[in-house]
């Protein structure tokens, strides 16, 4: 298996020299990296090329690496039925440089680019409808950003009895635990929900 991906990731960075940065085979898959200006050019040519044919798009995600300047990582998965393989493309980017929308090339990408640009702020320049999709409107941040505070900020909800839209703060569902990481053997120094019925 390992062999065949290395078969593929030389034709492909023979094909698409200028326009692979890296080819790695990881965890089953061969992972390509290249340049946001030459993404529409790679995944057109991985659709088309009749050695490849990844014309099955699976999906894209979003990575947050906060500590890096290019912190976003987008990964597109596709899958080839005639090589019977996955392939990984991975983008890096920034807060302010868009990524090319590929709608033109996998129109299914157009609510999962929705999605990472609600999710952790990413740009996809010339997508057909590039807004919020998951979370409300005037939603403040992007909740998947490894930066994005756990409290703080206000939900928005319709209320029915009401018949308005309510803005309200966000309420917690769950106190803030205190863990003292003791030993179960040794024992805590408070008496544990349930421990009381044991005297």
Same mark, same amino acid.
């Given at each position: 298996?390992?062999?065949?991906?290395?078969?593929?990731?030389?034709?492909?960075?023979?094909?698409? %020299?200028?326009?692979?940065?890296?080819?790695?085979?990881?965890?089953?898959?061969?992972?390509?990296?290249?340049?946001?200006?030459?993404?529409?050019?790679?995944?057109? *040519?991985?659709?088309?090329?009749?050695?490849?044919? *990844?014309?099955?798009?699976?999906?894209?995600?979003?990575?947050?690496?906060?500590?890096?300047?290019?912190?976003?990582?987008?990964?597109?998965?596709?899958?080839?039925?005639?090589?019977?393989?996955?392939?990984?493309?991975?983008?890096?980017?920034?807060?302010?440089?868009?990524?090319?929308?590929?709608?033109?090339?996998?129109?299914?990408?157009?609510?999962?680019?929705?999605?990472?640009?609600?999710?952790?702020?990413?740009?996809?320049?010339?997508?057909?409808?590039?807004?919020?999709?998951?979370?409300?409107?005037? *939603?403040?941040?992007?909740?998947?950003?490894?930066? *994005?505070?756990?409290?703080?900020?206000?939900?928005?909800?319709?209320?029915?009895?009401?018949?308005?839209?309510?803005?309200?703060?966000?309420?917690?569902?769950?106190?803030?635990?205190?863990? %003292?990481?003791?030993?179960?053997?040794?024992?805590? %120094?408070?008496?544990?929900?349930?421990?009381?019925?044991?005297?």
């Amino acid at each position: 298996m390992s062999e065949a991906l290395k078969d593929l990731a030389a034709y492909i960075t023979e094909k698409l %020299d200028a326009q692979i940065q890296d080819a790695m085979v990881a965890y089953g898959e061969l992972t390509l990296f290249v340049e946001p200006g030459d993404i529409i050019d790679v995944l057109n *040519f991985l659709k088309t090329d009749v050695q490849c044919q *990844f014309f099955a798009f699976v999906d894209i995600s979003g990575v947050d690496y906060p500590e890096r300047d290019k912190r976003f990582e987008i990964v597109y998965h596709l899958l080839s039925p005639r090589q019977n393989q996955r392939i990984r493309v991975k983008v890096s980017t920034d807060e302010d440089t868009p990524v090319p929308s590929v709608v033109e090339v996998f129109p299914a990408a157009d609510w999962y680019e929705r999605e990472i640009y609600d999710l952790y702020g990413v740009l996809f320049s010339d997508h057909p409808d590039l807004r919020r999709i998951l979370t409300d409107y005037g *939603f403040e941040g992007h909740p998947l950003r490894k930066d *994005f505070p756990l409290t703080g900020f206000v939900q928005v909800r319709y209320d029915g009895d009401a018949r308005r839209v309510i803005y309200e703060p966000v309420e917690l569902r769950q106190e803030f635990r205190n863990f %003292d990481f003791l030993s179960p053997w040794e024992g805590t %120094d408070y008496v544990l929900p349930g421990d009381e019925k044991a005297n």
